[in-house]
């Protein structure tokens, strides 16, 4: 079994979930996650670690939120540490947007050899998420985001209407539709109607994973789908697999990692 440990960290409001810590002194793993709201930076600290569509060098990997499933291949020392940021978190973080970053000089503030040299120092893993946290918190930018994209966010997420209507929402927080999209993808990285459908799905998949006997019918329609096709041909378009199989497969795997399955 693989050793891990997860701290939250809340810095200026926004800028970042969580920081995890997972070592296992073998492995050799494929897994698909699905596509989730969160951006994700990975410090590798063993051997092999890639993860399609990210931005990556040898020890630094970064995967932004997109419409797509990610695979990732694990193998020899796994020891990886990683740090979830919600939509705004890059941005108030670094003062980038999502596109603007490119390498991992920018992810880690040009000190990545700093950063690595005191978190292999530590013995547990609780100290080196220490370091780590510390090291975000004492180099972040603390940039404000704009409006627009902080309260479409807010607005979201607690939405009554179904299904959400953003030219709607952007109407009720007095923007322009074509403003918030702009600008909105210039922060995020993602546009506001892939994020609306991603949240939907992230919804519908909680509800799959907390209830696995629930017919995918009840699921599809209590988070606005259609109905069952509907459902189905969504989610196979963002995970390139049916809710059914990812359901098989996600009660047959070893562990429980969120939106994940081991291939």
Same mark, same amino acid.
């Given at each position: 079994?693989?050793?891990?440990?997860?701290?939250?960290?809340?810095?200026?409001?926004?800028?970042?979930?969580?920081?995890? *810590? %997972?070592?296992?002194? +073998?492995? $050799?793993?494929?897994?698909?996650?699905?596509?989730? =709201?969160?951006?994700? &930076?990975?410090? @590798?600290?063993?051997?092999?670690?890639?993860?399609?569509?990210?931005?990556?060098?040898?020890?630094?990997?970064?995967?932004?939120?997109?419409?797509?499933?990610?695979?990732?291949?694990?193998?020899?020392?796994?020891?990886?540490?990683?740090?979830?940021?919600?939509?705004?978190?890059?941005?108030?973080?670094?003062?980038?947007?999502?596109?603007?970053?490119?390498?991992?000089?920018?992810?880690?503030?040009?000190?990545?050899?700093?950063? *690595? %040299?005191?978190?292999? +120092?530590? $013995?547990?893993?609780?100290?080196?998420?220490?370091? =780590?946290?510390?090291? &975000?918190?004492? @180099?972040?930018?603390?940039?404000?985001?704009?409006?627009?994209?902080?309260?479409?966010?807010?607005?979201?997420?607690?939405?009554?209407?179904?299904?959400?209507?953003?030219?709607?929402?952007?109407?009720?927080?007095?923007?322009?539709?074509?403003?918030?999209?702009?600008?909105?993808?210039?922060?995020?990285?993602?546009?506001?109607?892939?994020?609306?459908?991603?949240?939907?799905?992230?919804?519908?998949?909680?509800?799959?994973?907390?209830?696995?006997?629930?017919?995918?019918?009840?699921?599809?329609?209590?988070?606005?789908?259609?109905?069952?096709?509907?459902?189905?041909?969504?989610?196979?378009?963002?995970?390139?697999?049916?809710?059914?199989?990812?359901?098989?497969?996600?009660?047959?795997?070893?562990?429980?990692?969120?939106?994940?399955?081991?291939?």
């Amino acid at each position: 079994m693989h050793q891990a440990l997860t701290l939250s960290k809340n810095f200026n409001c926004s800028s970042m979930n969580t920081i995890w *810590y %997972a070592s296992q002194p +073998e492995i $050799d793993v494929t897994a698909l996650s699905l596509p989730f =709201l969160q951006h994700e &930076l990975i410090l @590798n600290l063993g051997d092999t670690f890639n993860v399609s569509y990210a931005h990556t060098n040898q020890e630094t990997l970064f995967s932004p939120i997109q419409a797509k499933a990610i695979t990732t291949e694990v193998s020899g020392k796994y020891q990886a540490m990683g740090v979830l940021f919600p939509p705004v978190g890059i941005y108030e973080m670094y003062g980038l947007s999502v596109a603007e970053l490119k390498t991992s000089e920018e992810l880690l503030f040009g000190k990545q050899e700093e950063l *690595y %040299a005191r978190t292999r +120092e530590q $013995d547990s893993p609780r100290k080196k998420i220490e370091v =780590l946290s510390s090291f &975000l918190a004492k @180099n972040s930018v603390n940039k404000k985001c704009p409006d627009v994209v902080v309260n479409f966010l807010k607005a979201v997420s607690l939405a009554t209407q179904n299904p959400l209507k953003i030219k709607k929402i952007a109407e009720q927080l007095h923007f322009s539709s074509k403003h918030l999209a702009s600008t909105f993808r210039d922060i995020t990285g993602i546009t506001p109607k892939k994020y609306v459908q991603l949240l939907q799905l992230n919804h519908a998949l909680g509800t799959m994973l907390r209830h696995p006997k629930k017919r995918l019918t009840e699921t599809a329609l209590e988070h606005d789908f259609y109905d069952q096709a509907h459902f189905t041909r969504k989610f196979k378009a963002f995970s390139g697999m049916t809710p059914y199989a990812f359901r098989s497969q996600r009660l047959a795997q070893p562990h429980d990692f969120l939106n994940t399955l081991v291939l």
